[in-house]
């Protein structure tokens, strides 16, 4: 099943998520369309880790991010793996 309709079944099934991990689609487009799909599934504690940091649609995915939900800070390890970036609710 695609990432957008699972996260429409978890969504309809009312799952909040306390830990997202996102390493699928590495391209800007597809990085943040998985985490606005699972955004209102997040519970207020929630941590969500982007992996392949190093890759380049991944990281114009994190800066989008940061401009769109500046509510949420990032971490970012470029040297752990391939680069993971963690990110949780001010």
Request: proline share 1%; glycine share 6%.
């Amino acid at each position: 099943m695609l990432s957008q309709d699972a996260a429409k079944l978890f969504q309809r099934q009312n799952v909040k998520i306390d830990y997202l991990h996102i390493d699928g689609d590495h391209s800007k487009r597809g990085v943040i369309s998985d985490f606005e799909h699972y955004l209102p599934l997040l519970s207020a504690k929630a941590v969500v880790s982007i992996h392949d940091l190093n890759m380049q649609g991944v990281q114009e995915a994190i800066s989008d991010v940061r401009l769109r939900h500046d509510d949420w800070e990032i971490l970012t390890l470029g040297d752990l793996g391939a680069g993971t970036a963690f990110l949780r609710r001010r």
